[in-house]
Each structure stands twice: as structure tokens, then as C-alpha cells.
């Protein structure tokens, strides 16, 4: 089995969380492989939808147009799994934080949101558009769930919808007037990723793992809506074609 190269590479494990298929593995440019081969296996849709909780949002372009022109190749001639495990190997970087255009590039995800990133500062990584024409939306939100549920929230705020729509449209989740914030009914299948950098917090030379009450303020505390950030969270997992979790030893203080 291809997959197999990714033990060794990647410390790839296989889990499930509520009936749910996923993966446990090291470095987040290698969730493309397990993309690719959850698509083969028509556990996801291609290209999918991507749901992220990560400290760093990933979305730079590849740094030369040697890797930019290869997967442009790629896409054209075709590719299987074992070319694709050894793309992300040599070819993407090794920051982990060029894989998600790249996926896009590669025609396996179409758009994107992610939680909890760190530095949302450049709107300019938010839209994409790759070789085939097709534009992508990847959208970058400095909150959780729980926050984003409180009152002028990126996720209920409907003075501000115009801005926050485009999250909205691409995690499927609209108002319904006379019954609030719901995601819709008929929803495909996701992929929902967790990088574990998303739940540890940086002090001087220092990373510490989130204490419980920062879990229970970002997704357990009550909120204006009849969601909190736990239930948001169930959901998207029930959901999700497949749960893939990065742990990052790097960026988690090993």
C-alpha cells in the first residue's frame, strides 16, 4: 500500500473519532497524499471543501516557478500517489506553509476556512486562481468558534455579512430568518484538518499547551446563538469524509 511510505516519513497512524476515518501524522504538506487517497476511495469529493484549525494559515504560494510550473504538469498529465508523496517530500516546503495552493493547484481542494490562525494580516492569500482558471477562496479567521458565536462574531455578525459571507458560503452556513445561524441541510462531505499547533500558546522561547479553561472559553462557554464552539465543532465532524490531525512536533515544543 503507497500509503505505507508515509509511516516512515511521516509517522502516518490511522484513527476514526465518531465513526469519522482520519489520520494522525507529522507534517501538515503531507495531508495532500491523504487527500488524493481518500478521493481514490470516493471518501471525498474532488476537488473538496477544507475546514482548518491551525495557528498559521499556509496558504503562501510555492516559493519558485519551478514547483509552480511542476504542478501545473501535474495537474495536466495526471499523477498518482506515490508521485505525490515524493512531490511533497522534495518539493514543497519543508515550513509546511505552501501545501495548501498547492493542493488547489493540483486540483484537489477547491476552497477553504481556516480557525485560529495567528496573523491574518494579508488578505491577498484569501483568493487564488490556478492553472485551469478555476478561482479559489481560502478564508483566514483569527477566532474559534465559540468567539465567533458570541454576538458581532465573524459567524453570526448580520451587519457585517458582506464581509463574512464568503466564510459562510464555503462552510455552508447561512441565517434562516425566524430560526438563526444553521448549516445547510444537504452539505458534502469535508475534510476537516486540525494542526495541534492551533491549541498551544508562545511565550518567549516557551510554548505551553491550552489549560482547560481556554478550551472551555473557545468552545464550551455559552453563546448569543443556540450553538456553542463544541457543538459547531460536532458538526463539521459529522460531516467530514475524513479527520486528519498534524502534529506538528516543531511549532508544538515537541
Known amino acids: 500500500m503507497p500509503l505505507n511510505i508515509l509511516k516512515r516519513l511521516d509517522r502516518l497512524a490511522e484513527i476514526s473519532f465518531e465513526e469519522c476515518p482520519g489520520y494522525l501524522h507529522d507534517d501538515h504538506r503531507f495531508v495532500l497524499p ?61 515550513n509546511d506553509d505552501d501545501w495548501i495552493k498547492a493542493g488547489m493547484g493540483l486540483g484537489l481542494i477547491s476552497d477553504g476556512v481556516v480557525f485560529g490562525v495567528e496573523d491574518c494580516g494579508n488578505p491577498d492569500l484569501e483568493t487564488f ?42 462552510l455552508e452556513w447561512n441565517h434562516v430568518p425566524g430560526e438563526g445561524f444553521r448549516f445547510h441541510p444537504r452539505g458534502g462531505h469535508i475534510l476537516l484538518d486540525i494542526d495541534l499547533d492551533a491549541f498551544v500558546m508562545c511565550w518567549s522561547d516557551y510554548v505551553f499547551p491550552w489549560e482547560n479553561e481556554v478550551f472551555e472559553d473557545r468552545f464550551l462557554k455559552r453563546t448569543t446563538q443556540r450553538w456553542n464552539g463544541k457543538q459547531f465543532f460536532r458538526e463539521l465532524v459529522s460531516r467530514a469524509g475524513l479527520l486528519t490531525i ?8 515537541n
Do not use: Y
Open 34 to 94: 491523504l487527500i488524493f487517497s481518500s478521493q481514490q476511495a470516493e471518501r471525498l469529493p474532488r476537488p473538496c471543501k477544507i475546514i482548518m484549525f491551525d495557528r498559521h494559515h499556509d496558504a503562501l504560494l510555492p516559493r519558485t516557478q519551478d514547483v509552480i510550473a511542476e504542478i501545473d504538469t501535474m495537474r495536466c498529465n495526471g499523477f498518482g500517489l506515490e508521485e505525490l508523496i515524493a512531490f511533497c517530500n522534495a518539493r514543497l516546503c519543508a
Open 129 to 170: 486562481r490556478d492553472s485551469q482558471g478555476i478561482d479559489h477562496r481560502f478564508k483566514i479567521l483569527s477566532t474559534f468558534p465559540g468567539p465567533a458565536l458570541e454576538e458581532h462574531g465573524e459567524l453570526v455578525d448580520l451587519a457585517r455579512a458582506d464581509e463574512f459571507r464568503p466564510a459562510w458560503d464555503v
Open 246 to 253: 498534524a502534529r506538528e512536533p516543531r511549532c508544538c515544543g
